[in-house]
């Protein structure tokens, strides 16, 4: 548990649907501050009561997670203004991959791309050993640390309100994240509802990582979500991909759960793209 007292708002970093984040001071140490909306906890008392719990218990969950690639957890604040509560998570200096791509001051070369999936990919492996389901995966929700020119660091971030979310996300299906919805999700079947709607999530941030863009900007929430259910939209794949990198993509977002690779298979073959990479660059390094 964090005192609000002990806590220095600095600067708004952004704003969503579950509230608004700064970076922040904790006892000297920059933080990530989650002011979350009192909505979120909305609804009849016994429905906010339960929900609370829930909140409560998900922060002890985050609270015991350890990763190099998951965005750790510091605590919850209870007293927050306006009797609100906050999260208070680890500082990513670089924020969002998805800002990161916007930016692209900082070109990011196939092999840091690879790294930056890599690193996102270890990160859901561990959170489904730990039987947790992001429920909302997408290079917004991706931080970054671009400081080191060499290797960049990627970690998952926004974790945490999964049932809150999954209950926004299913019934107000939120138009920020339709894009990176699984099919499962969107047309009611429920009972094939598992970890591998983040599988299906990932396949979008390979796509949103490998061109910058963000998918389906210009289409209408009911076109997405016909498309996706139908299995007639995905994005479109550029000819400059390689045909190992396409071929984990279209993986990841199969409209069939079970035909999806789980994320050990993942890093395995992102390790193996990565090592082919750094041969072949030997190679031209090599040549008289």
């Not at 919850?76 to 924020?95: R, S, Y």
Request: glycine content about 8%.
């Amino acid at each position: 548990m964090i005192k609000n007292a002990d806590l220095e708002d600095l600067t708004e970093l952004g704003s969503g649907t579950y509230g608004t984040v700064f970076h922040g001071k904790w006892r000297g140490t920059d933080v990530a501050i989650k002011r979350i909306r009192k909505s979120c906890f909305g609804g009849r008392s016994s429905e906010r009561e339960r929900l609370t719990k829930d909140f409560w218990r998900e922060a002890q969950i985050l609270s015991n997670l350890h990763h190099p690639n998951v965005v750790a957890f510091y605590g919850i604040v209870p007293d927050g203004t306006g009797g609100t509560l906050a999260t208070v998570t680890e500082f990513m200096v670089n924020g969002s991959l998805r800002h990161a791509l916007v930016k692209r001051d900082r070109l990011l070369d196939a092999r840091k791309k690879i790294i930056i999936a890599m690193d996102a990919a270890f990160g859901m492996e561990y959170l489904h050993l730990k039987n947790i389901v992001h429920f909302d995966l997408k290079c917004e929700n991706l931080l970054v640390n671009l400081r080191d020119p060499q290797r960049p660091i990627c970690k998952v971030g926004d974790l945490g309100l999964s049932r809150i979310k999954r209950n926004t996300l299913v019934s107000g299906g939120v138009r920020g994240t339709l894009p990176w919805m699984a099919p499962e999700l969107l047309n009611g079947s429920s009972t094939r509802v598992s970890e591998k709607v983040d599988v299906f999530s990932y396949g979008i941030c390979l796509w949103e990582i490998l061109t910058g863009e963000e998918p389906y900007a210009d289409m209408h929430c009911g076109a997405i979500i016909g498309g996706i259910v139908k299995n007639t939209l995905r994005p479109p794949i550029p000819k400059t991909c390689t045909p190992e990198w396409k071929k984990l993509m279209e993986q990841c977002w199969d409209i069939d759960p079970d035909a999806r690779p789980p994320f050990t298979e993942i890093t395995s073959r992102l390790r193996s793209m990565s090592m082919e990479l750094v041969a072949k660059s030997k190679k031209r390094e090599n040549k008289p």
